[in-house]
């Protein structure tokens, strides 16, 4: 028997409005994204994390920095594990990235264990996020809800790359724009910037602001410049955070403070301007400092997931299906 007009009218605004909040939902990252497919997704990529810090505590912040230099490419996708193929050039040699960003063979070591147990379900954008937070609290730091549901890209961009991530020589009035082109405010990017409470960095990146910058300590450029001499030594590593390297902690504010910001970039948080009442507020009180980071790390995983039929499953991270 057929429906009166505005039966039919009525049920196909039903289905349409199903098939919108179905698409919403699917559309969405969830923290239990992986609850009947991939139960055990948060243990194995935390065991694997664990056995790579203790062997080496700088492993936690290059993974939190491979992290986000692929989140502020092309959002949180993957694509920064994308080997070169004939159709693309990858983001890994990209100049913020060449012989700088690293940890790809933990990823891939988790990867494995999660295909041995969950076949082509978990994504590496996914690992990748979990990793990161992982990393992070294993020295010392926050850890957070990672919502889950990212999949993977099927390319990646070089001059995105180039395009998209700041640089150890940015001012302060370009790290707010590049940070507020991605939604973040003012706080949230001087947050994140205290990932650099981690982790080291070669010579080359930080000998200008050593021998040519009036806004640092004199005796900690001189200390510096012992390890990064003006010639020679480029590829030679220091620690970021000279007091805490292998720490999460708050001491970085308290660098700044005192002037001793190893990159240009970092010491602009603590220059006289709109900041610096924020960098103080976190060197006296790294409670409030671990909340604020921990906030700004699942916005920055919310940056332009890839999710429902979009992108793919990587069976394996470093190429496309």
């Known amino acids: 028997m057929a429906l009166p007009a505005s039966s039919s009218t009525s049920r196909a605004l039903v289905l349409a409005l199903f098939s919108l909040l179905l698409f919403s939902v699917q559309g969405q990252l969830s923290n239990n994204f992986y609850k009947k497919t991939c139960p055990n997704v948060q243990t194995i990529v935390r065991s694997v994390m664990t056995q790579a810090v203790a062997k080496e505590p700088r492993m936690g912040a290059s993974i939190l920095r491979l992290f986000f230099h692929d989140c502020f490419v092309q959002g ?13 050039t990858g983001e890994k040699n990209a100049g913020p990235n060449a012989n700088s960003v690293r940890g790809y063979e933990i990823i891939d070591a988790i990867k494995t264990q999660m295909e041995a147990s969950c076949n082509a379900t978990v ?36 001059s995105a790359a180039n395009a998209n991530l700041p640089g150890p020589g940015s001012s302060l009035a370009t790290l707010i724009s590049i940070f507020g082109a991605k939604g973040f405010t003012a706080r949230e990017m001087t947050a994140l910037s205290g990932a650099h409470t981690i982790g080291q960095t070669r010579c080359q990146i930080f000998r200008s602001r050593i021998f040519n910058e009036a ?84 916005k920055m995983g919310n940056l332009s997931p890839l999710t429902g039929n979009n992108g793919e499953v990587r069976l394996s991270c470093r190429k496309t299906n």
Request: with cysteine.
């Open 76 to 88: 949180c996708d993957a694509s920064i594990l994308l080997d070169d193929t004939s159709t693309f």
């Open 123 to 158: 994504s590496c954008a996914d690992i990748l996020a979990l990793a990161a937070r992982d990393g992070v609290n294993l020295l010392g730091g926050p850890t957070w809800n990672v919502p889950l549901g990212r999949r993977d890209s099927r390319t990646a961009s070089q």
């Open 215 to 298: 806004n640092i300590n004199s005796s900690f450029a001189t200390l510096r410049q012992q390890t990064c001499p003006q010639t020679g030594s480029d590829n030679v590593l220091s620690p970021i955070d000279i007091q805490s390297p292998t720490t999460f902690d708050n001491a970085y504010y308290v660098n700044l403070m005192n002037q001793k910001g190893l990159f240009h970039s970092d010491q602009e948080l603590f220059n006289g301007g709109s900041l610096d009442k924020q960098v103080k507020q976190y060197s006296n009180n790294g409670a409030v400092f671990a909340k604020d980071f921990a906030k700004a790390m699942v």
